[in-house]
């Protein structure tokens, strides 16, 4: 099948810099059983065209001149299709934002079949601390715009599904519990010797979304439990390095380091790791929690996107926004080497479950499944 993916970025060329490692692992699946081709609609500023693990991908760029967005969107497709010689059979966006209505117009224009992916993207709303900023009003137009034009959405987590559900007044009728699994070949189990010094780990961009603030605080309390404790925090800064400002302010200098963005190298810290800590306020699902539960890592966070549904067999969940919940749940773990096993080999099972193969079967089976009914009302 010729399959087209929209998506807002995540595919260099060379897997480094703005790299979604989730989504290489799906469209390197993808491509050994369908034609891929995948838009991107900013992952460098001009117009682009280059392969990637099997697929073609189009970049198509900046929006230049005085015609509407949308109109050069779908005439900077019709030239990607035309230079790829792609004739669409199905469009999935990866992204209900402005992935999600150029897929959706799309479809219209070549009436084909269209499915979207709710994104981590895709805020809808902020739970926990009122002082942090909700979606823009032209953020949720666009993805209410988005859920009434494509019929088949794809959710991430039951936590995003009732995100979903609040932004268009209903669950939707056609949505599939579907996250993005992670390669489990490359994320092997290593023991790991439990006992001070901790380690501790996040891997996630540095923004308001992430909460990294109330994360510090934990820290602090941890410091004030007499925790011996080290707190790696790997993923780009988005906050121009407020919170490394924050962590000097709380004394925390020796003992939380910042490795920026490092999407070719975060495994050996999971194996260094003796949690995994999530401080979200929002997530479709939390992929990094699923690389971390495939090394054997449990997960100690805030109950957002998949982690209330591995908790309290293969997580910790604690209320976002709550430092000191977070705080006790890490202390009440590291000391309890039983439990620990019992999250660790549970978490494991889970990410090898929900692995980037499975993504990719279910994905396809649903791509035969729209495209065999728009065949049937064609």
């Given at each position: 099948?010729?399959?087209t993916?929209?998506?807002?970025?995540?595919?260099?060329?060379?897997g480094?810099?703005?790299?979604q490692?989730?989504?290489l692992?799906?469209i390197?699946?993808?491509?050994?059983e369908?034609?891929?081709?995948?838009i991107?609609?900013?992952?460098?500023?001009?117009?682009?065209?280059?392969h990637?693990?099997?697929?073609?991908?189009?970049?198509?760029?900046q929006?230049?001149?005085l015609a509407?967005?949308?109109?050069?969107?779908?005439?900077?497709?019709?030239?990607?299709f035309?230079?790829?010689?792609?004739?669409p059979?199905?469009?999935?966006?990866?992204s209900?934002g402005?992935?999600?209505?150029?897929?959706?117009?799309?479809g219209?224009?070549?009436?084909?079949?269209?499915?979207?992916?709710?994104?981590?993207?895709?805020v809808?709303?902020?739970?926990?601390?009122?002082?942090v900023?909700?979606?823009?009003s032209?953020?949720?137009?666009l993805?209410?715009?988005t859920?009434?034009?494509?019929?088949?959405?794809?959710?991430g987590?039951r936590?995003?599904?009732?995100?979903?559900?609040a932004?268009?007044?209903?669950?939707?009728?056609?949505?599939?519990?579907?996250?993005?699994?992670?390669?489990?070949r490359?994320?092997?189990?290593?023991?790991r010797?439990?006992?001070?010094p901790?380690?501790?780990?996040?891997?996630?961009?540095?923004?308001?979304r992430n909460d990294?603030?109330?994360?510090?605080?934990?820290?602090?309390?941890?410091?004030?439990a007499?925790?011996d404790?080290?707190?790696d925090?790997?993923?780009?800064?988005?906050?121009?390095?407020?919170?490394?400002?924050?962590?000097?302010?709380?004394?925390?200098?020796?003992?939380?380091?910042?490795?920026g963005?490092?999407?070719?190298?975060?495994?050996?810290f999971?194996?260094?790791?003796?949690?995994f800590?999530q401080?979200?306020?929002?997530?479709?699902?939390?992929?990094?929690?699923?690389?971390?539960?495939?090394?054997?890592?449990?997960t100690?966070?805030?109950?957002?996107?998949l982690?209330?549904?591995?908790a309290p067999?293969?997580?910790?969940?604690?209320?976002?926004?709550?430092?000191?919940?977070?705080?006790?749940?890490?202390l009440?773990?590291?000391g309890?080497?039983g439990?620990?096993?019992?999250?660790?080999a549970a978490?494991?099972?889970?990410?090898?479950?929900y692995?980037?193969?499975w993504?990719?079967?279910?994905?396809?089976r649903?791509?035969?499944?729209l495209?065999?009914r728009?065949?049937?009302?064609?």
């Amino acid at each position: 099948m010729n399959v087209t993916l929209i998506t807002p970025d995540g595919v260099d060329k060379r897997g480094r810099e703005r790299s979604q490692p989730a989504l290489l692992w799906l469209i390197e699946r993808l491509s050994r059983e369908h034609r891929v081709l995948v838009i991107a609609l900013q992952q460098y500023p001009e117009f682009t065209h280059y392969h990637l693990l099997g697929a073609e991908v189009v970049n198509l760029g900046q929006v230049r001149g005085l015609a509407p967005e949308r109109l050069t969107r779908l005439c900077q497709l019709r030239q990607a299709f035309r230079l790829t010689q792609h004739r669409p059979e199905l469009i999935h966006a990866l992204s209900l934002g402005e992935a999600g209505l150029l897929a959706a117009a799309a479809g219209q224009w070549w009436r084909v079949p269209v499915l979207g992916s709710l994104s981590d993207e895709d805020v809808i709303s902020w739970p926990g601390d009122v002082s942090v900023p909700s979606a823009t009003s032209r953020s949720e137009s666009l993805n209410n715009k988005t859920i009434k034009k494509i019929s088949q959405i794809t959710y991430g987590s039951r936590y995003a599904l009732d995100q979903l559900a609040a932004l268009s007044g209903k669950q939707p009728a056609s949505g599939h519990w579907l996250p993005l699994g992670v390669d489990t070949r490359q994320f092997k189990i290593k023991p790991r010797q439990l006992a001070p010094p901790w380690r501790f780990l996040q891997v996630a961009p540095l923004d308001a979304r992430n909460d990294q603030s109330m994360l510090l605080r934990a820290m602090c309390h941890l410091v004030a439990a007499g925790l011996d404790f080290h707190l790696d925090v790997v993923g780009q800064d988005r906050l121009r390095g407020r919170i490394q400002i924050e962590s000097r302010v709380f004394n925390l200098a020796e003992r939380v380091h910042f490795h920026g963005d490092k999407a070719n190298k975060r495994i050996p810290f999971y194996h260094q790791a003796h949690l995994f800590l999530q401080s979200a306020l929002h997530e479709n699902q939390g992929v990094a929690l699923l690389e971390a539960a495939a090394t054997g890592l449990p997960t100690v966070g805030t109950a957002v996107g998949l982690l209330p549904e591995l908790a309290p067999t293969a997580a910790v969940a604690t209320p976002p926004g709550d430092d000191i919940a977070l705080a006790e749940a890490i202390l009440a773990l590291v000391g309890d080497k039983g439990r620990w096993e019992k999250l660790s080999a549970a978490a494991a099972a889970f990410a090898t479950t929900y692995n980037a193969d499975w993504t990719a079967t279910q994905f396809s089976r649903l791509y035969g499944q729209l495209a065999g009914r728009n065949r049937s009302l064609g």
